[in-house]
């Protein structure tokens, strides 16, 4: 009997179907989301510590134009499309400050364990998002790159992701070395 590690079973749903979302490997596969996003190719993601949750979204929150913040919870899907708001810490929260129209929100820093820059195909379209995870693997949110009207995605946030996740997973490399 031959036995599949979870990365093997991961890419071969990928070369199955491309545009399936983790969540739904892994609800096939039995296992978390995050666990499965961990085991994605790496030209699919890239993973950092969660302890870069608030840079992340002070970045995000300076990126021109709408993004799609998502949050799946009780088989249900989220969504707002919007500039993704400012934030700060308070009472023990990084509070979401949107304008009207726009995301608000508490969220708990401490309890995002692992970030994912994700960037894999999805009904026949090239999509980026940041994932939040807890530590059991459970998606907190996604943040999803914006696209115009056109349904292209936006080149200055693409810059901007790439520029964010190379500069995060090397500073994690870095510290991981010494």
């Given at each position: 009997m031959?036995?599949?590690?979870?990365?093997?079973?991961?890419?071969a749903l990928l070369t199955e179907n491309a545009s399936m979302l983790p969540a739904d490997m892994a609800a096939t596969l039995g296992v978390s989301e995050?666990?499965?996003?961990?085991?994605?190719?790496?030209?699919?993601?890239?993973?950092?510590?969660?302890?870069?949750?608030?840079?992340?979204?002070?970045?995000?929150?300076?990126w021109d134009g709408p993004v799609t913040a998502i949050v799946h919870s009780g088989g249900s899907i989220f969504e707002v499309k919007a500039p993704f708001p400012k934030g700060k810490i308070a009472y023990g929260y990084y509070n979401l400050m949107g304008k009207p129209g726009?995301?608000?929100?508490?969220?708990?820093?401490?309890?995002?364990?692992?970030?994912?820059?994700?960037?894999?195909?999805?009904r026949g379209k090239t999509t980026h998002y940041i994932g939040f995870f807890t530590e059991q693997g459970d998606?907190?949110?996604?943040?999803?790159?914006?696209?115009?009207?056109?349904?292209?995605?936006?080149?200055?946030?693409?810059?901007?992701?790439?520029?964010?996740?190379?500069?995060?997973?090397?500073?994690?490399?870095?510290?991981?070395?010494?």
């Amino acid at each position: 009997m031959t036995t599949t590690t979870l990365t093997e079973q991961v890419s071969a749903l990928l070369t199955e179907n491309a545009s399936m979302l983790p969540a739904d490997m892994a609800a096939t596969l039995g296992v978390s989301e995050g666990e499965v996003v961990r085991a994605m190719p790496a030209n699919y993601q890239t993973w950092v510590d969660g302890q870069h949750a608030e840079t992340v979204l002070m970045q995000v929150a300076g990126w021109d134009g709408p993004v799609t913040a998502i949050v799946h919870s009780g088989g249900s899907i989220f969504e707002v499309k919007a500039p993704f708001p400012k934030g700060k810490i308070a009472y023990g929260y990084y509070n979401l400050m949107g304008k009207p129209g726009e995301m608000h929100g508490h969220l708990k820093l401490e309890r995002m364990a692992g970030i994912a820059f994700v960037s894999k195909p999805f009904r026949g379209k090239t999509t980026h998002y940041i994932g939040f995870f807890t530590e059991q693997g459970d998606s907190i949110f996604k943040i999803y790159l914006g696209r115009d009207e056109k349904r292209q995605l936006l080149d200055n946030q693409i810059d901007a992701f790439n520029q964010l996740k190379t500069q995060l997973a090397t500073s994690q490399q870095t510290e991981s070395e010494q």
